[in-house]
């Protein structure tokens, strides 16, 4: 249980295109959905927060229009990249937490995007 | 400001001797706590976790300790395997306040179990 994915694995793509990250929860409903980026040797930092149906809560630093995240259902929360740069070359990693009960308290964490602008 | 702290970068230990990794944190509001494994290019893997009311938790060669005075959480793996090697993640979490289930990590220990 408590698998989420992520789509795509891995994604190159010209500077100044938009990339879209979908995060999936596969066996439970998740209420809420987390992204964060890893740079090479280093933590997990959150970028976003976000809950079905309302808008992302942003993590100070992390520009809104630039990383647009919707979490339309109870299983799917993307994350779009707007404009890339390649300073935006990262690793994307997804999470997500239950609705209640057995999957609520832990997150749960998909496979992550390696994402290469050029 | 760094609110967890895994100030090893690494660890290196024998197979079948105990590795233990640790984790200090400042926000008092902390109230519950994780372990996760993390291979290179993949996420992380949720492995244990620890909530302030307890002081131990213990789960096969996994155990976690939680000293809340000191503010210092240790994960205890006994007996070390080779596949255990990995970098480890501690995260921090105020379940009971303004709950978004938000979780803050520390920088990773990098666990290498030697043959």
């Known amino acids: ?118 | 400001d760094q609110q967890v702290k895994q100030n090893s970068p690494s660890l290196s230990v024998q197979e079948g001797r105990i590795s233990i990794l640790n984790c200090d944190y400042t926000n008092s509001m902390f109230d519950y706590f994780l372990w996760y494994k993390k291979y290179p290019a993949e996420g992380p893997t949720f492995l244990i976790s620890i909530s302030s009311i307890k002081d131990k938790n213990e789960d096969g060669r996994f155990t976690v300790f939680l000293n809340k005075s000191a503010k210092h959480l240790s994960l205890h793996i006994v007996p070390s395997q080779p596949g255990d090697s990995a970098v480890y993640f501690c995260a921090a979490s105020a379940l009971g306040s303004s709950n978004t289930g938000k979780l803050i990590f520390g920088q990773g220990t990098t666990l290498q179990v030697k043959p």
Not at chain 1, 7 to 28: A, M, N, Q
Not at chain 1, 29 to 57: C, D, I, V
Request: net charge positive.
């Open chain 1, 1 to 118: 249980g408590a698998v989420v994915s992520q789509h795509p694995s891995w994604v190159i793509c010209k500077s100044g295109t938009s990339v879209k990250i979908e995060c999936r929860s596969l066996d439970f409903q998740a209420t809420t959905m987390f992204w964060y980026r890893q740079f090479p040797k280093q933590s997990l930092m959150l970028m976003a927060t976000s809950n079905e149906g309302s808008k992302a809560t942003y993590e100070q630093g992390v520009e809104k229009d630039k990383f647009l995240i919707n979490h339309a259902s109870l299983t799917l929360s993307t994350l779009t990249v707007t404009s890339a740069h390649p300073e935006d070359s990262s690793f994307y990693i997804c999470s997500a937490r239950g609705l209640a009960g057995r999957y609520s308290d832990t997150q749960y964490f998909g496979p992550g995007t390696r994402l290469t602008v050029l």
